[in-house]
């Protein structure tokens, strides 16, 4: 199962953007635009409402067998038996996660150095999150990273790469022939008048690219 991930199309949620009235709208509509993977990322509600909505996400995500990361929270991954779960630098480390969660479920780690991206493979990450690549209101204190460095950590790396951050129609041609496996997207799907239509353009405009 980890090995046929299709991380081409990687959404990520966040409530105070969506253009749809809940997230399981939003995450439904984006599904049927092309995305191939759903991050749930909650950074603001209670622990029993992430996993509120978590058991809702997931009903849609399996109703399309997309896989549902949960980011950050082991318990909530867990509690909802999602596909696997994204932690970042600060988090509690993969090797730890791993332990936790088992063999079968997936691990995504945010890197944004060589250095980075080396450790997290050598813990047993599934795959990488790097960036920010571009500046995002999303996580305006994110630190940037080089298209030299992407390349980098592409050519010492042999999990799947997704670049995070700034990611729309214009920046999605600098990332040619980069070498990465997919983009995650926040606001250039979700918060969108037509989520569908967003999806799908974000989608063939990578895949040609690419």
């Not at 990450?125 to 950590?153: N, Q, R, W």
């Not at 951050?165 to 920046?171: H, M, S």
Request: charged residues 25%.
């Amino acid at each position: 199962m980890k090995n046929k991930i299709d991380y081409t199309l990687y959404l990520v949620t966040d409530r105070k953007l969506m253009s749809a009235s809940t997230v399981e709208e939003s995450v439904e509509i984006a599904i049927l635009g092309g995305c191939t993977l759903v991050q749930l990322r909650e950074k603001e509600i209670s622990s029993l409402d992430f996993f509120s909505t978590a058991h809702r996400v997931k009903e849609i995500t399996d109703k399309y067998h997309v896989p549902l990361i949960i980011n950050d929270r082991i318990d909530i991954a867990l509690a909802v038996n999602a596909a696997g779960v994204h932690i970042g630098q600060d988090d509690i480390p993969a090797v730890v996660v791993r332990k936790i969660i088992g063999p079968d479920k997936i691990i995504g780690v945010s890197a944004s150095t060589l250095k980075e991206a080396i450790d997290a493979e050598k813990a047993g990450a599934d795959y990488l999150g790097v960036g920010a690549m571009f500046s995002t209101d999303t996580k305006k204190d994110a630190k940037l990273i080089s298209i030299e460095e992407l390349c980098k950590i592409r050519q010492n790396i042999s999990i799947p790469i997704v670049v995070i951050g700034g990611i729309n129609k214009n920046t999605i041609p600098l990332l040619s022939k980069t070498g990465i496996d997919g983009i995650a997207v926040v606001s250039a799907i979700i918060s969108q008048p037509n989520i569908e239509k967003a999806a799908q353009e974000i989608k063939e405009l990578f895949i040609s690219r690419k």
